[in-house]
């Protein structure tokens, strides 16, 4: 009697041995092969109503390049433009970085910036340099991680004035 318990035992051990076994090869696998690395999240830039993204990349000092069509059915021009993780309390400006949507120059790289003004006709798109902040400043990071964001734009519409929105959802990897 004593001898099929034993042998019982014995079989319980092995039988799992082998699965924990064959479970820790496919991990195995599964971390060899890549499957789960950031470099494999999508990137997706979904624009609002009138609005449309044509092309962005986010480098890893946290500069965003974006091409932003406009069909709204008139000229606008864009004052500021901003890009943030988070929208503030109110959900009406970034809660980081130029959350004014200001045309101050040390929230834009480069000379494709809204800082004097650009006149974006219906149907057409411009090329802003802008950075992307986080909680902790600049959003820089890693090649391939994710950053999710908003992008803002200040901008006046003639005979209706002055208007912040939101203009598009951003998930990017960083290049």
Not at 74 to 84: F, L, M, N, S
Not at 127 to 150: K, P, R
């Amino acid at each position: 009697m004593q001898h099929l318990k034993a042998q019982a035992a014995v079989d319980f051990m092995m039988s799992y041995g082998i699965a924990l076994i064959i479970i820790f090869i496919a991990l195995a696998v599964i971390y060899k092969v890549s499957i789960l690395t950031p470099e494999l999240a999508v990137s997706s830039c979904t624009a609002s109503p009138g609005f449309s993204c044509d092309a962005f990349i986010l480098n890893r000092s946290g500069i965003l390049t974006i091409q932003l069509s406009q069909a709204t059915g008139g000229t606008i021009q864009i004052e500021g433009a901003a890009c943030a993780s988070t929208p503030n309390s109110i959900g009406n400006n970034p809660a980081y970085g130029n959350v004014y949507v200001s045309n101050t120059p040390a929230y834009y790289f480069g000379t494709n910036s809204p800082g004097t003004g650009i006149s974006l006709y219906s149907g057409s798109s411009n090329t802003m340099e802008l950075y992307c902040y986080s909680n902790t400043g600049v959003a820089s990071g890693s090649l391939g991680n994710s950053y999710t964001g908003f992008v803002w734009l200040n901008y006046t519409v003639p005979g209706y004035g002055n208007v912040i929105q939101q203009v598009a959802n951003l998930n990017a990897r960083y290049t």
